[in-house]
């Protein structure tokens, strides 16, 4: 079993950043697969950033590409999200999730992490 909490959501306004953070225990984070989905109000959960835990590649929803950056600490079982040109938009609860071997097309998929943490708000003000 692993599990997963984040912090580091807050309010900020429009074009400031935020860095959230995931912290692990329960097993060997370093061979998870994690990333971060989020979830608007009315709105179904979406993918937001991968990273494989082997040879340290990442992945990005077109809507977050340039302005988010994942990173992970191994040594301290955490993962990140550097979230900088927020926008409005981008207001939502965001959740990190892990498993292991996730296959590279079903890495934003959902069904495809077995772990998650409890969500942190993130709110862009206009």
């Known amino acids: 079993q692993v599990q997963l909490v984040e912090s580091g959501g807050g309010l900020v306004q429009a074009g400031g950043s935020l860095r959230l953070s995931c912290g692990a225990s329960?097993?060997?984070?370093?061979?998870?697969?994690m990333a971060w989905f989020r979830q608007a109000p009315g709105k179904e959960r979406e993918f937001v950033a991968a990273?494989?835990?082997?040879?340290?590649?990442?992945y990005y929803a077109d809507s977050v590409k340039g302005r988010f950056t994942i990173s992970r600490a191994n040594a301290e079982n955490t993962v990140y999200l550097q979230m900088n040109s927020l926008k409005p938009e981008d207001t939502a609860v965001y959740y990190c999730?892990?498993?292991?071997?996730?296959?590279?097309?079903?890495?934003?998929?959902?069904?495809?992490?077995?772990?998650w943490g409890q969500g942190t708000q993130v709110t862009v003000s206009s």
């Open positions: 329960g097993r060997t984070f370093y061979r998870l697969d």
């Open positions: 990273s494989r835990w082997s040879g340290g590649r990442t």
């Open positions: 999730a892990g498993n292991s071997n996730i296959p590279g097309g079903l890495l934003p998929r959902e069904a495809s992490y077995a772990y």
